[in-house]
C-alpha cells in the first residue's frame, strides 16, 4: 500500500490530564494559546510548524500550547504519515461556553436579590 | 460592572472567573450583614440556604431552577469576605464574596466564581485577580462560528 497513512486521532493522556470546564478556562486564558485554538479552528488538520507560523510563535512554543489544549481535550491530533496534524474537538468548548453563560446568569439573579433587599425598607 | 485581570498561581497559570459586581447604598457594616453573614446570605443567595460559617462548614441551597448545591466554606474574613468551594453535582467551583467600603457610605460587593480544574484548586485569593469570563465568552462565541465548529449546530 502506498501514500500517506492514517493511524487515526489519538488523544494524549498525561497522567495528570484534567477535564472539565476549569480545565477548558485554564488553557484559554492564555491569548496566545488561544490564538492557536483559533488557528487550528480556521484550519483542516494542521501542523504545529503551520499553526506556529500563523500565529507568529516558534514551533515549540506552539506545539507546547498544542500540548495544553490537548490536555484540556480541546484539540487532538491525528497521524499522517510522519506528521501529527490537529483538529479541534468542539464538544469540551461548548459546555465551557454554556457554563459561563449559566453562571453569568445566576448571579446576575442572585445580585439582583441582593439589591433589593438592601433596598427593602427596614422591618 | 466587571474587572478584568489574570490570576497566576503558582504553575497552575492564569485562569478564567465569572466575576460580578452591586453596589449598594449601605455602610459596609450594614452591606456586610446583608451580603456575608449566615443570616443574609439566606436573604439572597438561593433558596433554603443552610451554612455553617466557618471554615470547614457545610453548605446546602437550592438554585431558582430548582438545582440543589451542596459546598464547604473556605474561608471567612469577617466584614470583608467569605469564600465557599460548592457544586451542583457536575461542576465544582470556588466563590467568593467580597464586600468593600465605597464613595459616600456605600458599599461594593463583588463575587467571583472559578470553576475547578480536576483535582487541583484554581481558587481565586483576589477577586481582582481572576479574568473575567464575560470577555473569553465573546471570543467563544466568535470562535464556534469557525467552520470546524460546524458539526455542533
Known sequence: ???????????????????????????????TRRAVLRAVADGREATATDLGTAVGISRQAAAKHLDVLAAAGLVVDVRVGRERRWQVTPA???????????????????????????????? | MNRVGTDD??????????????????DPDAAWHLAGSAAGLGSWLGADVE?????????????????????????????????????DGEVASDVTIT????????????????????????????????????????ELGALTAAPAFAALA
Open chain 1, 1 to 31: 500500500m502506498t501514500g500517506p497513512s492514517r493511524i487515526g486521532p489519538r488523544r494524549p493522556e498525561p497522567p495528570d490530564v484534567d477535564v472539565g470546564v476549569g480545565a477548558v478556562f485554564a488553557a484559554l486564558a492564555d491569548p
Open chain 2, 99 to 138: 464586600v468593600d467600603g465605597g464613595p459616600e457610605g456605600r458599599s461594593r460587593v463583588t463575587v467571583t466564581e472559578v470553576a475547578r480544574t480536576g483535582g487541583r484548586l484554581m481558587a481565586c485569593a483576589d477577586a481582582g485577580a481572576a479574568w473575567d469570563g464575560r470577555l473569553l465568552a465573546l
Open chain 1, 92 to 123: 469540551p468548548l461548548s459546555d465551557a461556553a454554556a457554563w459561563l453563560d449559566r453562571t453569568g446568569a445566576a448571579w446576575d439573579a442572585r445580585l439582583a436579590r441582593l439589591r433589593d433587599a438592601a433596598s427593602a425598607p427596614p422591618s
Open chain 2, 51 to 87: 451554612v455553617d460559617l466557618a471554615p470547614g462548614g457545610a453548605l446546602h441551597l437550592r438554585d431558582d431552577d430548582g438545582t440543589r448545591r451542596t459546598g464547604t466554606v473556605t474561608g471567612v474574613d469577617p466584614g470583608r469576605s467569605v469564600s465557599f468551594r460548592w457544586t
Open chain 2, 9 to 26: 498561581r503558582d504553575d497552575e497559570g492564569p485562569t478564567v472567573a465569572v466575576i460580578r459586581t452591586v453596589d449598594l447604598d449601605l
